[in-house]
């Protein structure tokens, strides 16, 4: 039997219902976005600073909207696979003939799919409010050199570690929350890098940029293949190894 | 359907000195059996037999130690490990239902995972076959948890599955909910499905179940229930008489068919080799003697008792 999307599509689909009936994930999608958009925009709109303060408020403004794919999918796939075995929902799932790959990626899309709507969304809601509320030098800034290429590509770049960093500790944990815990801490690496660079702590270049997508993409598509090795059918059932 | 019929074919389940340790651990050990196609095979045994370990084994989703056997025409290994699963369906002790959404939807869920043609036919069909086609569009968060026994009793006949393995199907339902779900195995079992049913309700396995055999580590007997109590026990009567006899050896041995008695404190039981002969020639010496017979019947002994003897036997084995 080979690798089949028709059961990926089955688990995506159910997680997307049960997200849509799943008070604690719609408040995460939604107090998250609502937190990281918030301040960025009152501290555009108050601001009518020139020269290099612009760009450094700029630049940190614009890092908030990068917290949102990093948080928002690292609370939801922590919760992926402990939080099934927790419900007792994850033992009939196994049960059946899918293959370890073909959950871990269904779960994987279930936690980027929206992550991935919803940070765009919020940069988008982000960029009409400056647009109409903000200093024209700030708004000039924000269009200026490629903040709005970096946090396009970036946004799925780090839902992708965040979502394979959470999906990893899901499949190790006993406990929901402690999952949860360690994946947010785990996605944070990649998130420290981008706010040395808009601290100006590490000389921003095209270079380095290029360089941080790489290794990024490369982990967000080499990564599934370490999780699913970690990813123990006997033990998620009994809690042992054989 | 019968064992029977299924032993002319190739039987749904082979499972030849199968065993599984977890680290020091032993959770069952050179456990052999066959399961007939179209059998209701009853897995007995105390708390931590082995039983859950065994089916979680069959199912692929642990590996056995050391042994070998084959599910569904399949030989267990870890490559046939999809293979097997879909041709098999496990209902776990907890229904392991998707709380938040409908049954329709947890049986979609499921379809899709057995990727099924005519899913809707599919889940009308394991629906109907529960009695809960009314309910499709309930929450199963809303439902009771017999009616959530029944829908992972439906998840699990999706597949149309050549063996379906039933983890203590009626563990923690009341008396109502307990005999909604064996009308159901009844059910199934006319229909012919294969059913590997584990539990440690004796009156459940000795209802619905073919054979039985019973675990405690390693497998202590295999059988039909009646077979299983020839096995065990000795053939005798129960006499209950208005008064105790004044010389009980007297009336009993002059009975050739008597090998031996007990006072209980209903009366008399007697060890006999063929109750049929014993009974009239016993009944004649009590009316000889002048004994006000209440009844006298064959000793009935049920799978409990069987159960209990063996448990207690390896109790005691332990205790030396």
Redesign the interface.
């Given at each position: 039997?080979s690798f089949?999307w028709?059961?990926v599509?089955?688990?995506l689909?159910?997680e997307l219902?049960?997200y849509r009936?799943?008070r604690f994930v719609i408040a995460t999608m939604a107090a998250t976005p609502a937190l990281f958009i918030a301040l960025p925009t009152i501290q555009l709109i108050a601001a009518n600073a020139t020269g290099k303060a612009v760009t450094l408020r700029v630049g940190l403004s614009l890092l908030y909207m990068l917290v949102v794919p990093v948080i928002m999918p690292s609370v939801i796939s922590a919760y992926s696979v402990v939080g099934e075995r927790d419900?007792?929902?994850?033992?009939?799932?196994?049960?059946?003939?899918?293959?370890r790959e073909e959950l871990l990626i269904a779960k994987a899309l279930a936690a980027f799919v929206p992550t991935l709507v919803v940070a765009y969304a919020v940069f988008g809601i982000f960029l009409a409010i400056a647009a109409l509320f903000a200093h024209p030098a700030i708004v000039s800034a924000i269009y200026a050199g490629t903040h709005v290429l970096v946090q396009l590509l970036f946004t799925p770049l780090l839902a992708g570690w965040a979502v394979w960093i959470g999906i990893a500790v899901s499949t190790r944990s006993t406990d929901v929350r402690a999952a949860q815990q360690l994946s947010v801490l785990g996605s944070a690496p990649p998130l420290a890098i981008l706010v040395l660079m808009s601290l100006n702590v590490i000389t921003v270049s095209t270079a380095l940029a290029i360089a941080l997508a790489a290794a990024l993409l490369a982990f967000d598509l080499l990564a599934w293949r370490v999780v699913a090795a970690m990813f123990d059918?006997?033990r998620l059932?009994?809690g042992?190894?054989? | 359907m019968s064992a029977l019929d299924g032993s002319k074919r190739e039987p749904a389940v082979v499972v030849e000195h199968l065993s599984k340790h977890f680290a020091k651990r032993v959770a069952f050990d050179d456990v052999t059996f066959e399961v007939g196609v179209g059998e209701v095979f009853g897995f007995l045994g105390p708390n931590g037999a082995g039983k859950t370990t065994t089916v979680r084994t069959l199912g692929t989703l642990i590996a056995p130690s050391s042994g070998s056997a084959t599910v569904a025409g399949v030989p267990l290994s870890p490559r046939n490990g999809p293979a097997i699963r879909s041709r098999i369906s496990i209902m776990p002790e907890s229904p392991g239902l998707y709380l938040r959404l409908s049954v329709l939807e947890n049986l979609e869920c499921f379809a899709g995972l057995y990727e099924l043609d005519d899913v809707r036919g599919h889940i009308d069909r394991a629906l109907g076959a529960v009695n809960l086609a009314e309910r499709a569009r309930d929450l199963c968060g809303s439902l009771s948890k017999g009616l959530r026994q029944r829908v992972a009793l439906a998840r699990a006949l999706l597949n149309d599955p050549a063996v379906l393995f039933l983890d203590e199907p009626t563990s923690g339902l009341d008396p109502v909910a307990t005999r909604e779900v064996h009308e159901l195995i009844a059910s199934l079992r006319e229909r012919g499905v294969t059913i590997f049913l584990t539990t440690h309700r004796l009156e459940e396995a000795e209802r619905l179940c073919d054979r039985v055999a019973i675990l405690n580590t390693t497998l202590r007997l295999i059988g039909r229930p009646d077979e299983l109590r020839q096995q065990l026990f000795r053939r005798s009567l129960d006499v209950r008489l208005r008064a105790p006899l004044a010389d009980p050896e007297a009336v009993f041995g002059a009975v050739g068919e008597v090998q031996g008695w007990e006072q209980t404190p209903s009366g008399y039981t007697l060890a006999v080799s063929d109750p049929d002969l014993a009974t009239p020639a016993l009944a004649r010496a009590l009316v000889a003697a002048e004994a006000d017979i209440l009844s006298l019947a064959e000793s009935r002994h049920s799978l409990e008792d069987v159960y209990l003897e063996l448990v207690n036997e390896d109790v005691e084995a332990k205790s030396r």
């Open positions: 039997m089949s028709t059961r599509g089955a688990i689909h159910k219902r049960d009936r799943n419900q007792g929902t994850l033992e009939p799932v196994l049960s059946t003939p899918i293959r059918r006997e059932v009994t042992s190894r054989g | -």
